[in-house]
């Protein structure tokens, strides 16, 4: 299982640092769609990521309903339990797999965005009420540019709120081109910072992540701190959980320990919908300015300003907003449980039978007062001598 998990990884920190070397249409096509395989052995407790961002305090104002998000990736598996009410899945690749996640990569973006709470599965995502949309870009490790582009311009078309993009591309004018219409258009985009084999190395800023306006992510411990494998030459907006995580995968399973900032930039698109489903009046430089704002606090080089907290970002209030703003959706409706209806008290006799006892014998000193009142007195009239019969 170790060895199936170490390969998964790979091929989606692969995906994340795929170069920018267009694939040839035929190549592409011909490509083996075998992603490898995840397990059906899920850990007794919750995930470490879910207990560190409290995602449930957030789900008290909202779930994510009303948002549209894009995931441009590898495709999704709608059969997976969690996810089988992914909205539209549009293919740019053009290679026959429309309907397949030949990866995982994207299966598992789209799981922790939104997938939807099972009982007794430990798993859920962030905005399991946001509508989604999967723009499938790449069908392996290796995407084309033009595709990456496509991809942005089919998320706009489909009047998406926000955009998860977790792939590092290079910087090409059509490639910032097709950001810069997205960020007009009023659409937030998440994008991962990218990921680093070693601290070593010479790296170079990831791209749509270093773009300005795009709210760029990078990978937390669990302690959070920064990741030594994402990337900090990348202008980081603010971390996110990166490593050991649990995810969901192709075939209705799920993959353990995964890794990589295209897992936290998930995250942090989960919280860009509660919060667009929150505040609807908010733009998307607002929205990218509140996440930021609301962060735990910067924790050394490629943190930017700490780690997301979900809560914070959809309750605080901020002295730089707009007076008026933001507008508030209202809460969606808790659901009632039998715990919450009122129920009858029980009978409580032995509360009652004391309270019988207590008044009988308050009764009875009240007579015995009454009759020392009035015998004392005839009886020192006789001198204490009994009475004659009439």
């Known amino acids: 299982m170790f060895g ?18 267009p694939a040839t249409a035929g190549a592409a096509a011909a490509e083996e769609c075998q992603p490898e395989k995840g397990t ?13 961002l409290d995602v449930k305090s957030a789900w008290r104002l909202t779930r994510g309903a009303g948002a549209r998000v894009a995931v441009v990736d590898s495709g999704v598996d ?24 030949c990866v995982g990569h994207g299966t598992a973006v789209t799981g922790i965005i939104a997938a939807k709470p099972i009982e007794g599965v430990p798993f859920y995502g962030v905005a399991p009420d946001a509508t ?9 490790t290796q995407g084309d540019p033009k595709d990456l582009v496509a991809a942005i311009n089919e998320a706009v078309k489909n009047k998406a709120d926000v955009i998860n993009v977790s792939i590092k591309a290079s910087d090409t004018p059509q490639l910032k081109a097709a950001v810069m219409n997205a960020l007009a258009q009023d659409i937030v985009i998440v994008a991962a910072a990218g990921n680093v084999k070693n601290q070593k ?24 701190r920064h990741a030594e494998t994402s990337n900090a030459a990348t202008p980081v907006g603010v971390i996110a959980p990166g490593v050991g995580l649990l995810v969901p995968w192709t075939g209705r399973s799920y993959k353990l320990s995964e890794e990589g900032s295209s897992f936290a930039c998930a995250y942090v ?36 300003a700490g780690m997301v907290n979900p809560a914070l970002a959809v309750s605080a209030v901020l002295p730089f907003e707009p007076a008026g703003m933001p507008v508030v959706a209202p809460p969606p409706p808790l659901p009632i449980s039998a715990d919450a209806i009122a129920k009858a008290p029980k009978p409580d006799t032995v509360t009652a039978n004391i309270a019988m006892v207590v008044t009988g014998a308050a009764l009875v000193i009240v007579l015995l007062a009454g009759a020392f009142v009035l015998v004392v007195p005839l009886g020192k009239r006789r001198g204490w001598k009994p009475g004659r019969p009439a």
């Not at 899920?42 to 560190?52: D, N």
């Not at 989604?132 to 392996?140: E, G, L, Y």
């Open 269 to 304: 698109t989960g919280v860009a919908a509660l919060v667009r489903s929150r505040y609807p009046r908010l733009d998307q430089d607002q929205v990218r300015r509140r996440i930021i704002a609301t962060a735990d606090g910067a924790a050394g080089k490629g943190t930017g």
């Open 132 to 140: 989604m949309i999967m723009i499938k870009q790449s069908n392996s």
């Open 40 to 52: 059906m052995k899920l850990p007794a407790g919750e995930p470490w990521a879910q207990k560190r």
């Open 4 to 21: 199936r998990g170490i390969l998964a990884a790979v091929l989606a920190v692969a995906l994340v640092m795929a170069p920018a070397v």
């Open 78 to 101: 709608f059969r997976h339990p969690q996810l089988r009410w992914i909205s539209k899945i549009i293919d740019v690749t053009r290679t026959g797999y429309r309907d397949r996640d």
């Open 201 to 224: 190395e010479e790296v170079e800023p990831a791209y749509p992540a270093s773009y300005e306006g795009v709210l760029a992510v990078g990978s937390a411990t669990q302690d959070g």
